[in-house]
Protein backbone atom coordinates (compact mmCIF):
# COMPACT_ATOMS: atom_id res chain seq x y z
CA UNK A 1 0.00 0.00 0.00
CA UNK A 2 1.57 3.43 -0.88
CA UNK A 3 0.86 5.99 1.13
CA UNK A 4 1.59 10.14 0.50
CA UNK A 5 2.93 12.40 3.35
CA UNK A 6 2.10 15.68 3.40
CA UNK A 7 4.81 17.74 5.81
CA UNK A 8 7.07 20.45 6.82
CA UNK A 9 10.46 20.91 7.88
CA UNK A 10 12.65 23.85 9.03
CA UNK A 11 16.22 23.30 7.14
CA UNK A 12 18.49 23.99 9.55
CA UNK A 13 19.64 21.01 11.48
CA UNK A 14 19.94 18.98 8.16
CA UNK A 15 22.06 18.36 5.36
CA UNK A 16 19.26 18.93 2.85
CA UNK A 17 16.68 16.56 1.96
CA UNK A 18 18.31 13.89 0.66
CA UNK A 19 19.76 10.95 2.30
CA UNK A 20 23.99 11.20 3.20
CA UNK A 21 26.27 8.72 4.89
CA UNK A 22 27.14 10.01 7.95
CA UNK A 23 25.35 13.26 7.86
CA UNK A 24 21.90 14.01 9.29
CA UNK A 25 19.49 14.55 6.45
CA UNK A 26 15.32 14.74 6.52
CA UNK A 27 14.95 12.02 4.67
CA UNK A 28 17.00 9.32 7.00
CA UNK A 29 15.16 11.03 10.25
CA UNK A 30 11.94 10.58 8.28
CA UNK A 31 12.89 6.96 7.71
CA UNK A 32 14.05 5.75 10.65
CA UNK A 33 10.80 7.13 12.90
CA UNK A 34 8.33 5.28 10.14
CA UNK A 35 10.54 2.08 10.57
CA UNK A 36 10.12 2.39 14.41
CA UNK A 37 6.38 2.97 14.30
CA UNK A 38 5.95 0.89 11.96
CA UNK A 39 8.11 -1.78 12.78
CA UNK A 40 9.31 -3.01 9.48
CA UNK A 41 11.95 -1.24 7.19
CA UNK A 42 10.85 2.27 5.32
CA UNK A 43 12.15 3.85 2.30
CA UNK A 44 10.96 7.84 1.88
CA UNK A 45 10.64 9.30 -1.66
CA UNK A 46 10.68 13.09 -1.54
CA UNK A 47 9.28 15.15 -3.98
CA UNK A 48 12.25 16.85 -4.78
CA UNK A 49 15.88 18.07 -3.11
CA UNK A 50 15.87 20.70 -0.91
CA UNK A 51 19.82 22.39 -0.29
CA UNK A 52 21.36 22.02 3.12
CA UNK A 53 19.78 24.39 5.35
CA UNK A 54 16.92 24.94 2.95
CA UNK A 55 12.71 24.84 5.03
CA UNK A 56 10.07 22.99 3.48
CA UNK A 57 6.55 25.37 4.47
CA UNK A 58 4.83 22.47 2.18
CA UNK A 59 6.63 18.98 1.15
CA UNK A 60 4.90 15.90 -0.13
CA UNK A 61 7.17 12.40 0.01
CA UNK A 62 5.45 8.51 -0.23
CA UNK A 63 5.91 5.28 1.14
CA UNK A 64 5.21 1.82 0.67
CA UNK A 65 3.84 -0.27 3.65
CA UNK A 66 3.50 -4.07 3.51
CA UNK A 67 0.08 -3.38 4.71
CA UNK A 68 -2.99 -0.86 5.20
CA UNK A 69 -2.50 1.36 7.82
CA UNK A 70 -5.14 1.12 9.81
CA UNK A 71 -5.90 4.44 11.22
CA UNK A 72 -3.70 7.11 9.51
CA UNK A 73 -4.66 9.82 11.36
CA UNK A 74 -3.61 8.19 14.82
CA UNK A 75 -0.60 6.92 12.78
CA UNK A 76 0.45 10.72 11.75
CA UNK A 77 -0.11 11.99 15.57
CA UNK A 78 2.49 8.91 17.03
CA UNK A 79 5.08 9.98 14.12
CA UNK A 80 4.91 13.47 15.07
CA UNK A 81 6.07 11.98 18.88
CA UNK A 82 8.97 10.12 17.54
CA UNK A 83 9.92 12.83 14.80
CA UNK A 84 12.40 15.84 16.20
CA UNK A 85 10.37 19.57 16.92
CA UNK A 86 11.46 20.49 13.38
CA UNK A 87 9.58 18.07 11.53
CA UNK A 88 5.89 18.10 11.05
CA UNK A 89 3.52 15.55 9.32
CA UNK A 90 0.09 16.66 8.31
CA UNK A 91 -1.24 14.24 6.71
CA UNK A 92 -0.56 10.64 5.25
CA UNK A 93 -3.26 9.30 2.59
CA UNK A 94 -3.72 6.46 0.45
CA UNK A 95 -2.71 6.75 -2.87
CA UNK A 96 -2.03 4.30 -6.22
CA UNK A 97 0.55 2.26 -5.95
CA UNK A 98 1.76 4.02 -9.08
CA UNK A 99 1.83 7.21 -8.13
CA UNK A 100 5.13 8.69 -7.44
CA UNK A 101 6.16 12.05 -4.85
CA UNK A 102 8.54 13.43 -7.26
CA UNK A 103 8.20 12.22 -11.13
CA UNK A 104 3.92 12.98 -10.80
CA UNK A 105 4.97 16.43 -10.00
CA UNK A 106 4.01 19.01 -12.34
CA UNK A 107 5.10 22.45 -10.57
CA UNK A 108 7.08 22.77 -7.42
CA UNK A 109 6.95 26.72 -5.84
CA UNK A 110 9.79 28.41 -3.32
CA UNK A 111 9.31 31.40 -1.28
CA UNK A 112 12.04 33.03 -0.64
CA UNK A 113 11.69 35.82 2.74
CA UNK A 114 14.29 39.20 3.62
CA UNK A 115 13.66 40.77 6.39
CA UNK A 116 14.41 44.63 6.00
CA UNK A 117 14.70 45.81 9.39
CA UNK A 118 16.32 43.88 12.51
CA UNK A 119 14.05 41.17 13.70
CA UNK A 120 15.47 39.01 16.33
CA UNK A 121 12.19 36.78 16.01
CA UNK A 122 12.85 35.63 11.89
CA UNK A 123 16.67 35.64 12.19
CA UNK A 124 16.67 32.17 11.83
CA UNK A 125 13.74 31.98 9.03
CA UNK A 126 14.68 35.10 6.70
CA UNK A 127 17.73 36.42 5.09
CA UNK A 128 18.06 39.74 7.28
CA UNK A 129 19.55 42.83 4.72
CA UNK A 130 19.08 46.41 5.46
CA UNK A 131 19.70 47.52 2.21
CA UNK A 132 17.02 49.53 0.53
CA UNK A 133 15.24 48.08 -2.62
CA UNK A 134 13.69 49.10 -6.10
CA UNK A 135 11.25 46.37 -5.58
CA UNK A 136 9.60 47.62 -9.26
CA UNK A 137 13.10 47.45 -10.74
CA UNK A 138 13.07 43.87 -9.29
CA UNK A 139 9.78 42.91 -10.27
CA UNK A 140 10.76 44.02 -14.26
CA UNK A 141 13.86 42.14 -14.05
CA UNK A 142 11.71 38.80 -12.68
CA UNK A 143 9.50 38.96 -15.84
CA UNK A 144 12.51 37.97 -17.97
CA UNK A 145 12.27 34.58 -15.94
CA UNK A 146 9.10 33.45 -17.26
CA UNK A 147 8.28 30.77 -19.86
CA UNK A 148 10.56 27.63 -20.63
CA UNK A 149 14.76 28.76 -21.56
CA UNK A 150 18.21 27.50 -20.58
CA UNK A 151 18.70 28.77 -16.50
CA UNK A 152 22.66 27.63 -16.95
CA UNK A 153 23.64 31.31 -15.32
CA UNK A 154 21.87 30.12 -12.27
CA UNK A 155 23.04 26.37 -11.93
CA UNK A 156 25.92 24.91 -9.33
CA UNK A 157 28.52 23.24 -10.97
CA UNK A 158 28.96 19.69 -11.50
CA UNK A 159 25.29 19.34 -10.81
CA UNK A 160 25.51 16.83 -14.08
CA UNK A 161 21.88 17.72 -14.92
CA UNK A 162 20.55 16.02 -18.13
CA UNK A 163 19.11 19.68 -19.49
CA UNK A 164 19.10 23.17 -17.33
CA UNK A 165 15.69 24.01 -19.46
CA UNK A 166 13.19 24.59 -16.63
CA UNK A 167 9.95 26.18 -17.49
CA UNK A 168 8.91 29.37 -14.82
CA UNK A 169 5.13 30.18 -14.76
CA UNK A 170 5.13 32.66 -12.04
CA UNK A 171 7.89 34.98 -10.13
CA UNK A 172 7.35 37.89 -8.59
CA UNK A 173 8.09 39.85 -5.45
CA UNK A 174 5.62 41.03 -2.70
CA UNK A 175 6.05 42.89 0.36
CA UNK A 176 4.32 43.83 3.61
CA UNK A 177 5.14 44.21 7.21
CA UNK A 178 8.76 45.28 6.68
CA UNK A 179 9.26 41.53 4.83
CA UNK A 180 9.66 41.00 1.26
CA UNK A 181 8.81 37.94 -0.56
CA UNK A 182 10.00 36.36 -3.80
CA UNK A 183 7.44 33.47 -5.44
CA UNK A 184 8.80 31.82 -8.28
CA UNK A 185 7.16 28.32 -9.63
CA UNK A 186 8.17 26.16 -12.75
CA UNK A 187 8.11 22.77 -13.32
CA UNK A 188 11.75 21.53 -12.39
CA UNK A 189 14.44 23.41 -10.48
CA UNK A 190 18.13 23.38 -10.97
CA UNK A 191 20.46 23.10 -7.65
CA UNK A 192 21.31 26.38 -6.23
CA UNK A 193 18.85 28.02 -8.96
CA UNK A 194 16.40 30.19 -6.74
CA UNK A 195 19.26 31.25 -4.73
CA UNK A 196 21.20 32.78 -7.28
CA UNK A 197 18.50 33.95 -9.06
CA UNK A 198 17.31 36.03 -6.02
CA UNK A 199 20.71 37.22 -5.39
CA UNK A 200 21.14 38.35 -8.69
CA UNK A 201 17.49 40.21 -8.25
CA UNK A 202 18.90 42.19 -5.22
CA UNK A 203 21.48 43.50 -7.23
CA UNK A 204 19.14 44.73 -9.69
CA UNK A 205 17.13 46.44 -6.81
CA UNK A 206 20.24 48.01 -5.13
CA UNK A 207 21.51 49.41 -8.67
CA UNK A 208 24.11 47.06 -9.26
CA UNK A 209 22.69 46.26 -12.36
CA UNK A 210 19.62 47.02 -14.65
CA UNK A 211 16.56 44.79 -15.62
CA UNK A 212 18.14 44.85 -19.24
CA UNK A 213 20.80 43.65 -17.58
CA UNK A 214 19.46 40.67 -15.81
CA UNK A 215 17.80 39.39 -19.37
CA UNK A 216 21.37 39.18 -20.47
CA UNK A 217 22.72 37.40 -17.82
CA UNK A 218 19.95 34.82 -18.83
CA UNK A 219 21.00 34.91 -22.52
CA UNK A 220 24.87 34.59 -21.77
CA UNK A 221 24.22 30.78 -20.24
CA UNK A 222 27.39 31.79 -18.05
CA UNK A 223 27.44 30.95 -14.11
CA UNK A 224 30.14 33.83 -13.65
CA UNK A 225 27.97 36.48 -14.88
CA UNK A 226 25.25 35.53 -11.85
CA UNK A 227 25.39 37.07 -8.42
CA UNK A 228 26.56 35.20 -5.45
CA UNK A 229 23.63 32.96 -3.93
CA UNK A 230 21.73 34.29 -0.65
CA UNK A 231 21.71 32.81 2.49
CA UNK A 232 19.85 28.85 2.39
CA UNK A 233 17.58 30.26 5.69
CA UNK A 234 15.22 32.38 4.02
CA UNK A 235 14.34 29.47 1.33
CA UNK A 236 11.24 27.45 1.41
CA UNK A 237 10.31 24.88 -0.59
CA UNK A 238 6.16 26.61 -0.26
CA UNK A 239 3.94 23.73 -2.55
CA UNK A 240 4.36 20.95 -4.95
CA UNK A 241 1.51 20.21 -7.61
CA UNK A 242 -0.04 16.85 -8.82
CA UNK A 243 -2.26 15.72 -11.80
CA UNK A 244 -5.49 15.66 -10.24
CA UNK A 245 -5.86 12.14 -10.59
CA UNK A 246 -2.86 11.57 -9.09
CA UNK A 247 -3.14 13.57 -5.91
CA UNK A 248 -4.81 16.75 -4.36
CA UNK A 249 -3.51 19.04 -2.14
CA UNK A 250 -5.22 17.94 1.84
CA UNK A 251 -3.01 19.68 4.48
CA UNK A 252 -3.41 23.14 4.72
CA UNK A 253 -0.43 24.19 6.28
CA UNK A 254 0.24 27.99 7.37
CA UNK A 255 2.59 29.78 5.71
CA UNK A 256 3.65 32.60 7.91
CA UNK A 257 7.22 32.43 10.26
CA UNK A 258 5.37 33.31 12.85
Known amino acids: MRYFLELRYNGGAYCGWQRQPDMPTVQQTLERSLTVLLRQPV ?6 RTDT ?7 VAHFDCAVPVAEPERTVYKLNFLLPDDISVARMTPVADGAHARFDAREREYRYYIETRKNPFTRHATWQYYVPLDVARMNEAAEALLGEQDFTSFAKLNSNNKTNICRVVAARWSEGHGRLCFTIRADRFLRNMVRAIVGTLVDV ?3 RYTPEDFRAIIASRDLSRSSAGVPAQGLFLSDVRYPAEIFTRTAYLDETLL
Do not use: I
Open 43 to 48: EVTGAG
Open 53 to 59: GVNAAYY
Open 205 to 207: GRG
